[in-house]
């Protein structure tokens, strides 16, 4: 077997949730050149039927599952679809993920919780889901952040929190599930990706945050994509528990 075979993910089935914009879009369209079927999860479904399309397009089977990351219950649906239509589960990409930027003092508990309950617990309900269905070989992603390693200027308390709080969880599935289960957990911690998210940054955020990027720009989605099917495959075989930053250096400097 080839280097480069290694990343092919032929006969694959892979979860990728918050597949209705950004990021989510070039994550799932990189599992399916790979080789993978996807089963595309979030809560607006007109949007994820875009996205679906892409997939067929790319020669590979899609679902599209309405689903709220924050509930157990929609985890678990979305899982089951995966495996009702598609035959089986082999990858999840927990990249559903919402950022505020609220200063601590005014921040809500509502507005603190849901920021949790979407980027930390939701990642939880979908390994757990996923956790019971994967067989030997299987790989788990979670889309963490810099911000989980680092600060970036805004006040990011929750979105922080929930970030380092992933990496946290990533490590513990990894440790309870590698050796028993043989499912390898790893994170990506991206920098600076154009997105929906990145959209509502203040003017001139980026511009002054390029300036802590040894590479001097954002990252393109191809970039973080191709890390992603590196951890999802058997290329990245030998990889578990480890939070790797896609950032152009900014956690360095
Ligand atoms: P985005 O806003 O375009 O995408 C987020 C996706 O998550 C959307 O499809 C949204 O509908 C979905 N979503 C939000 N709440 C949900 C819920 N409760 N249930 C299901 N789906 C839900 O932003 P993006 O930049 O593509 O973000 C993708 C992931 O990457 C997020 O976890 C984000 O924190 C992370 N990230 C992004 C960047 C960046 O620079 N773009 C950097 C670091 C980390």
Same mark, same amino acid.
Do not use: H
């Given at each position: 077997?080839?280097?480069?075979?290694?990343?092919?993910?032929?006969?694959?089935?892979?979860?990728?949730?918050?597949?209705?914009?950004?990021?989510?879009?070039?994550?799932?369209?990189?599992?399916?050149? /790979?080789?993978?079927?996807?089963?595309?999860?979030?809560?607006?479904?007109?949007?994820?039927?875009?996205?679906?399309?892409?997939?067929?397009?790319?020669?590979?089977?899609?679902?599209?599952?309405?689903t709220d990351?924050?509930s157990?219950e929609d985890?678990?649906?979305?899982?089951?679809?995966?495996?009702?239509?598609?035959?089986?589960?082999?990858?999840?990409?927990?990249?559903?993920?919402?950022?505020?930027?609220?200063?601590?003092?005014?921040?809500?508990?509502?507005?603190?919780?849901?920021?949790?309950?979407?980027?930390?617990?939701?990642?939880?309900?979908?390994?757990?889901?996923? =956790?019971?269905?994967?067989?030997?070989?299987?790989?788990?992603?979670?889309?963490?952040?810099?911000? =989980?390693?680092?600060?970036?200027?805004?006040?990011?308390?929750?979105?922080?929190?929930?970030?380092?709080?992933?990496?946290?969880?990533?490590?513990?599935?990894?440790?309870?599930?590698?050796?028993?289960? =043989?499912?390898?957990?790893?994170?990506?911690?991206?920098?600076?990706?154009?997105?929906?998210?990145?959209?509502?940054?203040?003017?001139?955020?980026?511009?002054?945050?390029?300036?802590?990027?040894?590479?001097?720009?954002?990252?393109?989605?191809?970039?973080? /994509?191709?890390?992603?099917?590196?951890? /999802? =495959?058997?290329?990245?075989?030998?990889?578990?528990?480890?939070?790797?930053?896609?950032?152009?250096?900014?956690?360095?400097?």
């Amino acid at each position: 077997m080839s280097v480069l075979d290694l990343f092919r993910l032929d006969g694959k089935v892979a979860v990728v949730t918050g597949a209705s914009s950004g990021l989510g879009v070039a994550f799932a369209e990189a599992l399916a050149e /790979a080789g993978a079927d996807v089963a595309l999860g979030a809560r607006r479904v007109e949007k994820l039927d875009e996205t679906r399309a892409k997939v067929e397009a790319l020669g590979r089977r899609a679902i599209a599952v309405a689903t709220d990351v924050s509930s157990p219950e929609d985890c678990q649906a979305l899982v089951d679809a995966a495996v009702s239509e598609l035959g089986r589960v082999d990858i999840l990409v927990n990249n559903a993920g919402i950022g505020t930027a609220v200063p601590a003092t005014r921040e809500t508990p509502e507005q603190f919780r849901q920021v949790i309950d979407v980027n930390l617990n939701g990642c939880y309900w979908m390994a757990q889901a996923c =956790g019971r269905v994967m067989e030997p070989g299987s790989s788990i992603v979670n889309i963490s952040s810099v911000l =989980g390693l680092t600060t970036a200027g805004l006040p990011q308390a929750a979105y922080a929190a929930s970030k380092a709080g992933l990496i946290g969880l990533t490590r513990d599935l990894a440790q309870q599930w590698t050796g028993r289960k =043989g499912i390898r957990v790893n994170a990506l911690a991206p920098g600076f990706f154009a997105s929906e998210m990145t959209d509502q940054y203040p003017d001139g955020y980026l511009d002054a945050m390029g300036q802590r990027i040894p590479m001097g720009r954002k990252g393109e989605a191809a970039e973080l /994509a191709a890390a992603l099917v590196f951890l /999802a =495959g058997d290329a990245g075989g030998y990889v578990t528990g480890q939070t790797i930053a896609v950032d152009g250096g900014m956690t360095i400097t």
